[in-house]
Protein backbone atom coordinates (compact mmCIF):
# COMPACT_ATOMS: atom_id res chain seq x y z
CA UNK A 1 0.00 0.00 0.00
CA UNK A 2 1.18 3.62 -1.01
CA UNK A 3 -0.33 6.45 1.19
CA UNK A 4 -0.27 10.09 -0.84
CA UNK A 5 -0.56 13.38 0.56
CA UNK A 6 -2.21 16.44 -1.40
CA UNK A 7 -1.25 19.47 0.15
CA UNK A 8 -3.92 21.77 -1.67
CA UNK A 9 -5.32 25.30 -0.72
CA UNK A 10 -8.06 23.86 1.02
CA UNK A 11 -6.70 21.03 2.77
CA UNK A 12 -4.56 17.98 2.89
CA UNK A 13 -6.24 15.25 0.67
CA UNK A 14 -4.62 11.72 1.65
CA UNK A 15 -5.04 8.76 -0.52
CA UNK A 16 -4.86 5.04 -0.13
CA UNK A 17 -3.52 3.76 -3.22
CA UNK A 18 -2.86 -0.38 -3.65
CA UNK A 19 1.31 -0.87 -5.20
CA UNK A 20 0.63 -0.31 -8.55
CA UNK A 21 -1.11 2.86 -7.87
CA UNK A 22 -4.82 2.48 -8.14
CA UNK A 23 -6.83 4.52 -5.46
CA UNK A 24 -8.37 2.76 -3.28
CA UNK A 25 -9.89 5.55 -0.82
CA UNK A 26 -9.16 9.54 0.53
CA UNK A 27 -9.88 11.34 3.62
CA UNK A 28 -9.49 15.19 3.63
CA UNK A 29 -8.18 17.33 6.48
CA UNK A 30 -9.52 20.97 5.75
CA UNK A 31 -7.63 24.35 6.92
CA UNK A 32 -8.57 27.34 6.91
CA UNK A 33 -6.23 31.01 5.06
CA UNK A 34 -6.55 33.78 5.34
CA UNK A 35 -7.10 36.65 2.88
CA UNK A 36 -6.88 40.25 3.41
CA UNK A 37 -6.49 43.41 1.94
CA UNK A 38 -3.65 44.45 -0.10
CA UNK A 39 -3.16 40.96 -1.96
CA UNK A 40 -2.52 39.01 1.52
CA UNK A 41 -3.08 35.25 1.32
CA UNK A 42 -1.49 32.90 4.08
CA UNK A 43 -1.62 29.60 5.53
CA UNK A 44 -0.35 28.47 9.13
CA UNK A 45 2.27 25.24 8.12
CA UNK A 46 1.87 24.06 11.61
CA UNK A 47 -2.05 23.21 10.07
CA UNK A 48 -0.88 21.56 7.26
CA UNK A 49 1.40 19.26 9.64
CA UNK A 50 -1.97 18.64 11.88
CA UNK A 51 -4.10 18.26 8.53
CA UNK A 52 -1.66 15.23 7.52
CA UNK A 53 -1.15 13.75 10.66
CA UNK A 54 -5.64 14.04 10.84
CA UNK A 55 -5.88 12.45 7.66
CA UNK A 56 -3.48 9.83 7.36
CA UNK A 57 -4.77 8.78 10.77
CA UNK A 58 -8.15 9.24 9.44
CA UNK A 59 -7.49 7.35 5.96
CA UNK A 60 -6.56 3.98 8.24
CA UNK A 61 -8.96 4.00 10.81
CA UNK A 62 -11.87 4.53 7.54
CA UNK A 63 -10.12 1.32 6.16
CA UNK A 64 -8.82 -0.73 8.32
CA UNK A 65 -5.48 -0.86 6.76
CA UNK A 66 -2.59 -1.30 9.51
CA UNK A 67 0.14 0.45 9.32
CA UNK A 68 2.83 -2.23 8.27
CA UNK A 69 1.20 -2.64 4.70
CA UNK A 70 1.78 0.60 3.92
CA UNK A 71 5.24 0.50 1.45
CA UNK A 72 5.43 4.63 1.23
CA UNK A 73 4.46 8.06 1.36
CA UNK A 74 4.29 10.24 -1.50
CA UNK A 75 3.57 14.11 -1.32
CA UNK A 76 2.18 16.62 -4.01
CA UNK A 77 1.75 20.48 -2.91
CA UNK A 78 0.63 23.76 -3.67
CA UNK A 79 3.32 25.53 -5.46
CA UNK A 80 5.12 29.18 -5.61
CA UNK A 81 4.81 30.24 -2.28
CA UNK A 82 7.44 30.17 0.74
CA UNK A 83 8.03 28.79 4.07
CA UNK A 84 10.31 30.63 6.36
CA UNK A 85 12.64 28.76 8.94
CA UNK A 86 14.85 29.23 11.38
CA UNK A 87 18.08 27.18 12.37
CA UNK A 88 16.36 24.58 13.91
CA UNK A 89 13.68 24.64 11.21
CA UNK A 90 11.15 25.80 13.12
CA UNK A 91 8.20 28.08 11.73
CA UNK A 92 9.12 32.09 11.69
CA UNK A 93 5.97 33.32 10.59
CA UNK A 94 2.75 31.95 8.33
CA UNK A 95 3.44 30.62 4.73
CA UNK A 96 3.25 33.30 1.97
CA UNK A 97 1.06 30.90 -0.21
CA UNK A 98 0.96 31.14 -4.13
CA UNK A 99 -2.32 33.87 -4.27
CA UNK A 100 -0.71 36.54 -2.66
CA UNK A 101 0.52 39.16 -4.48
CA UNK A 102 1.91 41.96 -2.14
CA UNK A 103 5.18 41.56 -2.93
CA UNK A 104 4.56 44.16 -6.70
CA UNK A 105 6.85 46.08 -5.88
CA UNK A 106 9.52 43.92 -5.44
CA UNK A 107 8.60 42.05 -8.45
CA UNK A 108 9.52 45.39 -10.36
CA UNK A 109 12.92 45.70 -9.11
CA UNK A 110 13.63 41.96 -9.93
CA UNK A 111 12.01 42.73 -13.49
CA UNK A 112 14.37 46.20 -13.73
CA UNK A 113 17.56 44.44 -13.09
CA UNK A 114 17.00 41.25 -15.40
CA UNK A 115 14.17 41.92 -17.62
CA UNK A 116 11.53 40.03 -18.30
CA UNK A 117 12.60 38.13 -21.55
CA UNK A 118 16.07 37.02 -20.22
CA UNK A 119 14.28 35.70 -17.03
CA UNK A 120 11.23 33.98 -19.30
CA UNK A 121 13.88 32.37 -21.50
CA UNK A 122 16.07 31.45 -18.25
CA UNK A 123 13.14 30.18 -15.80
CA UNK A 124 10.01 29.41 -18.03
CA UNK A 125 8.13 32.34 -16.23
CA UNK A 126 7.97 35.64 -15.86
CA UNK A 127 8.90 37.92 -12.95
CA UNK A 128 5.99 38.37 -11.00
CA UNK A 129 4.42 38.83 -7.09
CA UNK A 130 2.71 35.62 -6.85
CA UNK A 131 6.72 33.51 -7.44
CA UNK A 132 9.03 32.66 -4.58
CA UNK A 133 11.37 34.89 -5.25
CA UNK A 134 9.55 38.27 -4.69
CA UNK A 135 8.09 37.21 -1.56
CA UNK A 136 11.26 36.35 0.25
CA UNK A 137 12.50 39.87 -1.01
CA UNK A 138 8.89 40.87 0.69
CA UNK A 139 9.81 39.66 3.84
CA UNK A 140 13.39 41.02 4.06
CA UNK A 141 12.36 44.64 3.26
CA UNK A 142 8.73 44.10 5.52
CA UNK A 143 9.71 41.97 8.05
CA UNK A 144 13.36 42.00 9.45
CA UNK A 145 12.93 40.62 12.81
CA UNK A 146 11.53 37.51 10.75
CA UNK A 147 13.82 37.30 8.04
CA UNK A 148 17.05 37.59 10.65
CA UNK A 149 16.12 34.28 12.10
CA UNK A 150 15.11 32.51 8.48
CA UNK A 151 17.73 30.20 7.51
CA UNK A 152 15.72 28.08 5.42
CA UNK A 153 13.00 29.05 2.69
CA UNK A 154 10.88 25.97 1.11
CA UNK A 155 7.47 24.81 -0.74
CA UNK A 156 4.78 23.24 1.49
CA UNK A 157 5.75 19.71 -0.10
CA UNK A 158 8.79 20.03 1.57
CA UNK A 159 8.24 21.27 4.69
CA UNK A 160 5.78 18.33 5.28
CA UNK A 161 8.76 15.74 4.04
CA UNK A 162 11.03 17.84 6.45
CA UNK A 163 8.58 16.68 9.35
CA UNK A 164 7.96 13.53 8.43
CA UNK A 165 11.91 12.17 7.85
CA UNK A 166 14.13 15.41 9.21
CA UNK A 167 15.36 15.77 6.10
CA UNK A 168 14.96 19.12 3.96
CA UNK A 169 14.85 19.18 -0.11
CA UNK A 170 12.64 20.28 -3.10
CA UNK A 171 12.40 18.77 -6.49
CA UNK A 172 12.65 20.24 -10.25
CA UNK A 173 9.19 20.72 -10.60
CA UNK A 174 8.67 22.74 -7.22
CA UNK A 175 11.92 24.55 -7.33
CA UNK A 176 11.18 25.65 -11.30
CA UNK A 177 7.96 27.58 -9.82
CA UNK A 178 9.52 29.69 -7.15
CA UNK A 179 11.38 32.46 -9.94
CA UNK A 180 14.93 31.24 -8.94
CA UNK A 181 15.03 27.78 -10.74
CA UNK A 182 17.59 28.14 -13.69
CA UNK A 183 15.14 25.68 -15.96
CA UNK A 184 17.99 25.03 -18.58
CA UNK A 185 21.16 23.97 -16.51
CA UNK A 186 19.06 22.35 -13.92
CA UNK A 187 20.04 24.27 -10.78
CA UNK A 188 19.43 27.68 -8.53
CA UNK A 189 19.34 30.48 -10.50
CA UNK A 190 23.00 32.77 -9.98
CA UNK A 191 21.36 35.51 -11.75
CA UNK A 192 18.05 35.72 -10.04
CA UNK A 193 19.23 35.18 -6.67
CA UNK A 194 21.94 38.14 -7.27
CA UNK A 195 19.55 40.49 -8.68
CA UNK A 196 17.29 39.81 -5.72
CA UNK A 197 20.03 39.74 -3.07
CA UNK A 198 19.24 36.71 -1.47
CA UNK A 199 21.67 33.83 -0.74
CA UNK A 200 21.47 31.13 -2.17
CA UNK A 201 22.43 28.85 1.26
CA UNK A 202 18.43 29.84 2.24
CA UNK A 203 17.25 27.55 -0.50
CA UNK A 204 16.94 23.81 -0.43
CA UNK A 205 19.11 21.38 -2.17
CA UNK A 206 17.37 20.30 -5.39
CA UNK A 207 16.77 16.57 -6.06
CA UNK A 208 14.62 14.63 -8.12
CA UNK A 209 10.87 14.06 -7.68
CA UNK A 210 11.53 10.48 -7.28
CA UNK A 211 14.15 10.33 -4.18
CA UNK A 212 13.18 8.30 -1.49
CA UNK A 213 14.22 11.20 1.24
CA UNK A 214 14.64 9.06 4.10
CA UNK A 215 12.41 7.10 6.43
CA UNK A 216 9.40 8.22 8.74
CA UNK A 217 11.07 9.69 12.33
CA UNK A 218 9.60 7.91 15.52
CA UNK A 219 7.86 11.62 16.24
CA UNK A 220 6.08 11.70 12.40
CA UNK A 221 5.33 8.25 13.37
CA UNK A 222 3.29 8.91 16.12
CA UNK A 223 2.12 12.22 14.51
CA UNK A 224 0.43 10.04 11.30
CA UNK A 225 -0.21 6.39 12.76
CA UNK A 226 2.10 4.67 10.52
CA UNK A 227 5.38 2.98 11.03
CA UNK A 228 8.57 4.54 12.06
CA UNK A 229 10.98 4.03 8.98
CA UNK A 230 8.09 3.70 6.49
CA UNK A 231 9.63 5.47 3.39
CA UNK A 232 9.01 8.94 2.11
CA UNK A 233 9.69 9.93 -1.44
CA UNK A 234 9.88 13.66 -2.14
CA UNK A 235 7.13 13.57 -4.70
CA UNK A 236 6.34 17.42 -6.79
CA UNK A 237 4.49 20.26 -7.34
CA UNK A 238 0.75 19.66 -7.51
CA UNK A 239 0.45 20.80 -11.23
CA UNK A 240 3.17 18.63 -12.51
CA UNK A 241 1.42 15.97 -10.22
CA UNK A 242 -1.66 16.51 -11.96
CA UNK A 243 -0.29 15.61 -15.15
CA UNK A 244 1.31 12.70 -14.00
CA UNK A 245 -2.50 11.55 -12.48
CA UNK A 246 -4.04 12.62 -15.63
CA UNK A 247 -1.66 10.56 -17.17
CA UNK A 248 -0.49 13.39 -19.51
CA UNK A 249 3.41 12.10 -19.45
CA UNK A 250 4.82 12.92 -22.89
CA UNK A 251 3.92 15.29 -25.94
CA UNK A 252 1.88 12.33 -27.11
CA UNK A 253 -0.59 12.51 -24.62
CA UNK A 254 -3.59 14.65 -24.83
CA UNK A 255 -3.56 18.71 -23.46
CA UNK A 256 -5.80 18.51 -20.07
CA UNK A 257 -7.39 20.92 -17.62
CA UNK A 258 -7.58 21.44 -14.46
CA UNK A 259 -10.49 23.16 -12.63
CA UNK A 260 -8.89 23.66 -8.77
CA UNK A 261 -9.50 26.62 -6.67
CA UNK A 262 -6.70 27.60 -9.59
CA UNK A 263 -7.35 26.34 -13.05
CA UNK A 264 -5.02 25.68 -15.71
CA UNK A 265 -4.52 24.78 -19.26
CA UNK A 266 -1.58 22.21 -19.87
CA UNK A 267 0.27 19.75 -21.61
CA UNK A 268 3.50 17.99 -21.81
CA UNK A 269 6.78 18.04 -23.83
CA UNK A 270 10.12 17.73 -24.08
CA UNK A 271 11.26 21.31 -24.27
CA UNK A 272 10.32 24.48 -22.58
CA UNK A 273 7.50 26.52 -24.49
CA UNK A 274 8.34 30.12 -24.86
CA UNK A 275 5.32 31.92 -26.04
CA UNK A 276 6.30 35.66 -27.25
CA UNK A 277 3.54 37.11 -25.34
CA UNK A 278 4.47 35.94 -22.26
CA UNK A 279 0.99 34.23 -21.47
CA UNK A 280 2.36 30.98 -20.81
CA UNK A 281 4.83 29.68 -18.43
CA UNK A 282 6.81 26.31 -18.07
CA UNK A 283 7.36 23.77 -15.26
CA UNK A 284 9.48 21.38 -14.92
CA UNK A 285 7.82 18.05 -15.17
CA UNK A 286 8.25 15.19 -12.26
CA UNK A 287 8.79 13.07 -15.60
CA UNK A 288 12.75 12.88 -16.25
CA UNK A 289 13.24 14.88 -18.99
CA UNK A 290 10.18 16.00 -19.30
CA UNK A 291 8.35 20.22 -19.14
CA UNK A 292 4.85 21.04 -18.43
CA UNK A 293 3.86 24.21 -20.05
CA UNK A 294 0.91 25.54 -18.44
CA UNK A 295 -1.14 28.63 -19.12
CA UNK A 296 -2.73 29.01 -15.05
CA UNK A 297 -5.26 31.80 -13.86
CA UNK A 298 -5.54 32.23 -10.13
CA UNK A 299 -9.47 32.34 -9.58
CA UNK A 300 -11.19 29.04 -11.67
CA UNK A 301 -12.80 26.66 -9.19
CA UNK A 302 -12.58 29.73 -6.73
CA UNK A 303 -14.50 32.41 -8.41
CA UNK A 304 -17.24 29.15 -8.78
CA UNK A 305 -17.07 28.61 -4.84
CA UNK A 306 -17.02 32.45 -3.84
CA UNK A 307 -20.43 32.95 -5.97
CA UNK A 308 -22.29 29.92 -4.56
CA UNK A 309 -21.15 30.86 -1.20
CA UNK A 310 -22.21 34.55 -1.64
CA UNK A 311 -25.78 32.87 -3.00
CA UNK A 312 -26.68 29.98 -1.19
CA UNK A 313 -23.85 28.02 0.67
CA UNK A 314 -22.56 24.81 -0.15
CA UNK A 315 -26.19 23.05 0.51
CA UNK A 316 -27.40 25.36 -2.75
CA UNK A 317 -24.09 24.10 -5.21
CA UNK A 318 -26.36 21.50 -6.97
CA UNK A 319 -29.48 23.62 -7.21
CA UNK A 320 -27.46 26.58 -8.41
CA UNK A 321 -25.89 25.19 -11.03
CA UNK A 322 -28.78 23.11 -12.52
CA UNK A 323 -30.80 26.70 -12.53
CA UNK A 324 -27.53 27.95 -14.22
CA UNK A 325 -27.78 25.57 -17.05
CA UNK A 326 -31.39 26.85 -18.17
CA UNK A 327 -30.41 30.44 -17.91
CA UNK A 328 -28.20 33.02 -20.51
CA UNK A 329 -25.49 35.17 -20.09
CA UNK A 330 -22.66 36.09 -22.37
CA UNK A 331 -26.14 35.75 -24.91
CA UNK A 332 -27.11 38.68 -22.95
CA UNK A 333 -24.61 40.44 -22.66
CA UNK A 334 -23.81 39.50 -19.41
CA UNK A 335 -19.81 38.70 -18.42
CA UNK A 336 -17.95 37.85 -15.37
CA UNK A 337 -14.01 38.34 -15.23
CA UNK A 338 -12.98 35.91 -12.92
CA UNK A 339 -10.47 37.73 -11.46
CA UNK A 340 -11.23 37.88 -7.67
CA UNK A 341 -7.47 37.18 -6.77
CA UNK A 342 -5.58 39.25 -9.19
CA UNK A 343 -4.54 37.20 -12.43
CA UNK A 344 -1.81 35.47 -13.67
CA UNK A 345 -2.27 34.01 -17.30
CA UNK A 346 -2.78 35.25 -19.84
CA UNK A 347 -2.78 39.16 -18.24
CA UNK A 348 -0.45 38.81 -15.40
CA UNK A 349 -1.90 41.73 -13.31
CA UNK A 350 -2.05 41.67 -9.78
CA UNK A 351 -4.25 44.41 -9.93
CA UNK A 352 -7.09 42.92 -11.87
CA UNK A 353 -10.42 42.36 -10.34
CA UNK A 354 -13.11 40.61 -10.29
CA UNK A 355 -15.92 42.13 -12.41
CA UNK A 356 -19.69 41.53 -13.00
CA UNK A 357 -20.20 43.67 -16.39
CA UNK A 358 -24.04 43.92 -18.26
CA UNK A 359 -25.90 43.27 -15.49
CA UNK A 360 -29.30 44.24 -15.88
CA UNK A 361 -32.46 44.22 -13.18
CA UNK A 362 -33.70 40.78 -14.49
CA UNK A 363 -30.71 38.82 -13.80
CA UNK A 364 -30.98 36.84 -10.69
CA UNK A 365 -28.68 34.24 -8.92
CA UNK A 366 -28.62 31.75 -11.70
CA UNK A 367 -27.27 34.01 -14.22
CA UNK A 368 -24.27 35.65 -12.08
CA UNK A 369 -23.77 31.26 -11.44
CA UNK A 370 -23.83 30.48 -15.29
CA UNK A 371 -21.99 33.82 -15.76
CA UNK A 372 -19.09 32.83 -13.48
CA UNK A 373 -18.77 29.38 -15.42
CA UNK A 374 -18.80 31.04 -18.80
CA UNK A 375 -16.17 33.95 -17.56
CA UNK A 376 -13.51 30.64 -15.87
CA UNK A 377 -14.84 29.01 -20.01
CA UNK A 378 -13.52 32.31 -21.63
CA UNK A 379 -10.14 33.09 -20.21
CA UNK A 380 -9.43 29.57 -20.19
CA UNK A 381 -10.07 30.34 -24.08
CA UNK A 382 -7.36 32.64 -23.73
CA UNK A 383 -4.85 30.46 -22.15
CA UNK A 384 -5.07 27.71 -25.35
CA UNK A 385 -4.80 30.70 -27.70
CA UNK A 386 -0.96 30.11 -25.97
CA UNK A 387 -0.76 26.45 -27.01
CA UNK A 388 -2.77 26.56 -30.76
CA UNK A 389 -0.82 30.12 -31.41
CA UNK A 390 2.44 28.10 -30.60
CA UNK A 391 2.28 24.92 -32.95
CA UNK A 392 0.81 22.71 -30.05
CA UNK A 393 -2.54 20.86 -30.72
CA UNK A 394 -5.79 21.18 -29.20
CA UNK A 395 -7.93 18.75 -30.85
CA UNK A 396 -9.48 17.70 -27.64
CA UNK A 397 -9.17 18.66 -23.70
CA UNK A 398 -9.22 16.55 -20.95
CA UNK A 399 -10.95 18.37 -17.07
CA UNK A 400 -9.95 17.24 -14.30
CA UNK A 401 -10.09 18.86 -10.53
CA UNK A 402 -13.41 19.60 -8.72
CA UNK A 403 -15.00 21.47 -11.36
CA UNK A 404 -15.10 18.72 -13.94
CA UNK A 405 -18.01 16.71 -11.73
CA UNK A 406 -20.38 19.57 -12.87
CA UNK A 407 -21.60 18.19 -16.29
CA UNK A 408 -23.46 22.01 -16.95
CA UNK A 409 -19.37 23.56 -16.70
CA UNK A 410 -18.28 20.97 -18.93
CA UNK A 411 -21.06 20.99 -21.53
CA UNK A 412 -20.37 25.50 -21.57
CA UNK A 413 -16.43 24.53 -21.51
CA UNK A 414 -17.08 22.66 -24.83
CA UNK A 415 -19.04 25.17 -26.22
CA UNK A 416 -16.33 27.80 -25.20
CA UNK A 417 -13.74 26.48 -26.62
CA UNK A 418 -15.49 24.66 -29.75
CA UNK A 419 -13.41 21.12 -29.07
CA UNK A 420 -14.21 18.16 -27.41
CA UNK A 421 -14.21 17.76 -23.45
CA UNK A 422 -13.98 14.93 -21.89
CA UNK A 423 -14.53 13.61 -18.31
CA UNK A 424 -11.77 11.06 -16.73
CA UNK A 425 -13.20 8.85 -13.34
CA UNK A 426 -10.35 10.69 -11.30
CA UNK A 427 -11.67 14.07 -11.44
CA UNK A 428 -10.59 15.59 -8.30
CA UNK A 429 -7.81 13.43 -7.55
CA UNK A 430 -5.75 13.39 -10.15
CA UNK A 431 -2.43 15.33 -7.76
CA UNK A 432 -2.73 12.46 -4.69
CA UNK A 433 -3.04 9.62 -7.52
CA UNK A 434 0.27 11.83 -9.45
CA UNK A 435 1.86 11.46 -5.91
CA UNK A 436 1.16 7.86 -5.99
CA UNK A 437 2.51 6.63 -8.88
CA UNK A 438 5.77 8.84 -8.22
CA UNK A 439 6.35 7.22 -5.24
CA UNK A 440 5.54 3.75 -6.80
CA UNK A 441 8.52 4.67 -9.03
CA UNK A 442 10.77 5.80 -6.42
CA UNK A 443 9.91 2.52 -4.51
CA UNK A 444 10.20 0.33 -7.29
CA UNK A 445 7.00 -0.81 -7.01
CA UNK A 446 6.53 -0.01 -11.10
CA UNK A 447 8.60 -0.29 -14.02
CA UNK A 448 8.19 3.23 -14.50
CA UNK A 449 5.75 6.64 -15.09
CA UNK A 450 3.43 4.58 -17.92
CA UNK A 451 1.85 3.23 -15.25
CA UNK A 452 -0.56 6.39 -14.83
CA UNK A 453 -2.23 5.95 -18.29
CA UNK A 454 -4.03 2.76 -16.93
CA UNK A 455 -5.33 4.54 -13.33
CA UNK A 456 -8.28 6.43 -15.03
CA UNK A 457 -10.14 5.89 -17.78
CA UNK A 458 -12.85 8.84 -19.94
CA UNK A 459 -16.24 8.25 -18.61
CA UNK A 460 -18.07 11.34 -20.52
CA UNK A 461 -17.14 13.49 -23.55
CA UNK A 462 -18.84 16.98 -24.34
CA UNK A 463 -19.44 17.91 -28.07
CA UNK A 464 -19.49 21.64 -28.43
CA UNK A 465 -22.59 22.87 -30.39
CA UNK A 466 -20.87 23.55 -33.85
CA UNK A 467 -23.69 26.14 -34.30
CA UNK A 468 -21.93 28.61 -31.90
CA UNK A 469 -18.94 28.56 -33.38
CA UNK A 470 -18.63 32.00 -34.67
CA UNK A 471 -20.73 33.02 -31.47
CA UNK A 472 -18.11 31.31 -28.82
CA UNK A 473 -15.58 33.44 -30.91
CA UNK A 474 -17.19 36.69 -30.99
CA UNK A 475 -18.92 36.89 -27.22
CA UNK A 476 -14.68 35.64 -26.53
CA UNK A 477 -13.74 39.06 -28.12
CA UNK A 478 -16.47 41.10 -25.97
CA UNK A 479 -14.62 39.42 -23.19
CA UNK A 480 -11.42 40.52 -23.75
CA UNK A 481 -12.61 43.89 -24.41
CA UNK A 482 -14.04 43.85 -21.16
CA UNK A 483 -11.05 43.61 -19.88
CA UNK A 484 -9.38 45.85 -21.82
CA UNK A 485 -11.66 48.64 -21.21
CA UNK A 486 -11.34 47.85 -17.35
CA UNK A 487 -7.23 47.64 -17.17
CA UNK A 488 -6.47 51.02 -16.73
CA UNK A 489 -9.09 51.35 -14.27
CA UNK A 490 -8.21 48.49 -12.00
CA UNK A 491 -5.00 50.30 -10.77
CA UNK A 492 -6.58 53.28 -10.01
CA UNK A 493 -10.13 51.76 -8.38
CA UNK A 494 -8.92 52.10 -4.69
CA UNK A 495 -8.78 55.81 -3.19
CA UNK A 496 -7.66 56.49 0.23
CA UNK A 497 -7.69 59.51 2.42
Known amino acids: MIVAHDLGTTGDKASLHDDAGHTLATFTAEYPTRFDAHGVAEQDPEQWWQAVGTATRGLLEQTGTPSSEVRGVGLSGQMMGAVFLDGAHHVTRPAIIWADHRSAPQADRLLAEVGQDTAYRELGHRIHPTYTLAKMMWVRENEPEVWGRTRHVCLAKDFVVHRLTGVLVTDPSDASGTDAFDQVAGRWSARMLDAAGVD ?214 ADVWQVPVRQRTIVADANSLGAAVTAAVGLDLVDGFDVARTLSSLTDEFTPDATRRDLAAAQHEVFLGAYDRLEPWFSTRTVTR
Open 200 to 413: EGLLPEVVPSTTVVGGLTPEAAAATGLDAGTPVVLGGGDGPMAAVGAGVLTADDAAYACLGSSSWISCSSTRPLHDPELRSMTFNHVVPDHYVPTATMQAGGASLSWVIDLLGGAGAYDRLLSEAAHVAAADEGLFFLPYLLGERSPNWNADAAGTFAGLQRHHGPAHLVRAVLEGVAFNLRTCMDAFTENGVGMEAVDVIGGGAQSAVWMQVL
